[in-house]
Each structure stands twice: as C-alpha cells, then as structure tokens.
C-alpha cells in the first residue's frame, strides 16, 4: 500500500471582501528563508492593468470549483471552502488586486462548460493540460501528479497492489484525468489476460469514497495528492495503490483553465510566475504536503507546446 505521508494542519482561510484587500495567511516553518506570507502580499499594478476590462470593473475573479479534498473541501454550509485551491485563488487575487470567490458546481464538465459560458473566469484543477481542450480554454500547469487508487482498510477484495483492481469496479470522478489513467490500467490487465476494471464515474471525490465505503466499488481512482490527503486525513479507514509506469502510469501536468476567448490567461500566467518568484509557490505546496509533484516553473498552453 501507498506510504502514509506527513501533511501539514489546515487552518481556513477567509476571502478578501474587496479589492486589493490584505488578509492573514498561514505561514511554514521549514528552516529555510521565509516566503511571503499572504499578509505580505501586495498588487503587482502592471499585472492588475493587463486584467480583462471586465474583470476591473468587477474588482472580482469568478472560479468554479468541485468538491475535490485536498484542493477543495466544501464545508457543511455548502459555500466555504479551504484547501490547496483557496489559498492560490487568494495569493492571486492579492497579486492582480481584486478579491476572488468560488462556485461550487457537480464536476468538472459543468465547469468547462460555466466558463465557456461566461459564469465563471476559471477553473483551478485538478485537471490534466490537454492539446484537445487547448483550442478553447487556456492553461497554466502548476503540478504535477500521478495517479492512486484508495480502498477501505480491511476490505475483503483482497486488493495489495494496483494489478488486484483487474476485474474490480473502480469509482473515479467523471472527466477526471483519472479517467484516462484508469483506461491505460484496463489495458494493462487484458495485455495480462485478466479481465478489465470495471469503471464507474461519479460526480466528485466524497461521492466515489462514499461508494467504495459502502462496497458498491472496491476502490476510488484519484490523484495521488488527494489520496495522501484521504489516508491522512481518515487515518485506519483508508489505505490507496499507485499506479505504475508498466501500468500505463504517467506524470499527468495538472493546470488552471481559462477561456481563450477571455484573454485572461496570459495575465495568470504572468501572476503565477510572481508567485514562483516570491517564494509563494513553495510555501503553499509545502504548506499540503505536495514538495513531490512541484513544477520548477508554470507552463502556459503546455500540452499544444508539445
């Protein structure tokens, strides 16, 4: 089974309540120079100048987002949000000086299809950079990750290494870039002549541990950040698998989206590459435990470069 690993405590952070607003952050302490501190950000007025019209005379960027721990954990409410995905989203506001608010929406088609529609500004992941979705929508790569699948402690089916799932029902989230994962792990299985997994897509990651929990599946495909996140944060309850490279495993780049048509993403580009500089970029992945799927600098439209 997959390590446990170490993840730092969350503490929520709140929204900024108009533009430019400065708020509190979480800070690490790993022994090395101090990053900026959320407090300690400040407008990059170039970069507020290069925004969408729209969007200055909002003073607010719109991101949708689905229930997806570690970078999203929806609370009780329905509304409040913490994890992976608020911090960057407020670390960006404060850069570009507007304030920045999430909608919660069933997944990720609804929220391509929010943003093509006007809704919505972007969309923060996780989901894979691809050359196909390129032709509408902008991207910046900013992690990386490979993909895990998490089991029930103590299930019966017997599953102690990623090859067990041949012939097992596995849950992913619909359209996720574990969807494809799982594909290249079907095929991997009848290469073995074993029979495929059996794929069922869900809305988001609570409804496809929901239904391993219950049996309906043996297992729940997610990216390995948020299977560490799983294990850890539900310790005894959960163990995951990873999948490897014979298994058709690879290092998916996993990016923010933003409409072409918006004009918005080469200005996030250019504001996570602020981040990058000022150390933000480290200090929020470390923050979650995620120094092993870093990129060394944000890619924009990365699966068209190629």
Same mark, same amino acid.
């Given at each position: ?5 170490r ?12 533009? %430019?607003?400065v708020?509190?952050? $979480? ?30 005379d ?7 987002g689905?229930?997806?721990?570690p ?7 329905g509304?409040?949000?913490?994890g ?5 989203? !407020?670390?960006? %506001?404060q850069?570009?000086? @507007? *304030?920045? /608010?999430?909608?919660i ?7 391509l ?23 509408q929508?902008?991207?910046? #790569?900013?992690?990386?990750? *490979? ?18 799932l $041949?012939?097992?029902?596995?849950? @992913?989230?619909?359209a996720?870039? @574990? /969807? ?6 079907s095929?991997? $299985?009848?290469?073995?002549? *074993?029979?495929?997994? !059996? ?15 219950? %049996?309906?599946? /043996?297992?729940?495909?997610? #990216? !390995? ?8 944060q539900q310790?005894?309850q ?6 490897? /490279? ?11 989206y ?10 996030? !580009? ?6 990058f500089r ?19 600098q ?9």
């Open positions: 089974m997959g390590s446990s690993l993840q730092w405590r969350r503490s929520p952070l709140a929204v900024a309540a108009a533009a %430019g607003l708020l509190a952050g $979480c800070t690490v302490d790993d022994g090395a120079a101090p990053a900026p501190s959320a407090a300690a950000l400040t407008v990059v007025a170039a970069l507020h100048d290069q925004l969408p019209q729209a969007i200055k909002a003073g607010v960027l719109r991101f949708a689905d229930s997806h721990p970078y999203r954990t929806v609370g009780p409410d509304k409040t949000v913490t992976i995905d608020p911090d960057f989203q !407020q670390a960006l %506001g850069i570009l000086g @507007v *304030r920045t /608010e999430t909608t929406v069933a997944g990720l088609p609804a929220a299809q929010g943003m093509l529609s006007g809704r919505y500004d972007a969309f923060n992941g996780p989901v894979k950079a691809t050359a196909e979705r390129e032709k929508f902008d991207t910046v #790569t900013w992690m990386t990750t *490979r993909t895990a699948y998490v089991v029930p402690e103590g299930s019966a089916a017997g599953i102690k290494q990623t090859a067990d $041949c012939g097992k029902r596995v849950a @992913v989230v619909t996720s870039v @574990v /969807e494809g994962q799982l594909a290249k792990l095929a991997f $299985c009848e290469r073995e002549q *074993r029979p495929g997994v !059996q794929v069922i897509g869900l809305d988001d990651t609570n409804a496809i541990l929901l239904a391993a929990k219950s %049996g309906r599946v /043996e297992a729940a495909g997610m #990216t !390995q950040a948020a299977a560490i996140d799983v294990t850890d310790k005894g959960y163990e995951y698998v990873t999948q490897t /490279e014979e298994q058709g495993a690879t290092t998916d780049n996993l990016a923010l933003t409409p072409k048509a918006g004009k918005l993403g080469p200005v996030l !580009q250019k504001a996570f590459e602020e981040l000022n150390g933000t970029y480290t200090r929020i992945m470390q923050k979650w435990a995620l120094a092993d799927v870093t990129v060394p944000p890619l924009f439209d990365a699966a068209s470069a190629k």
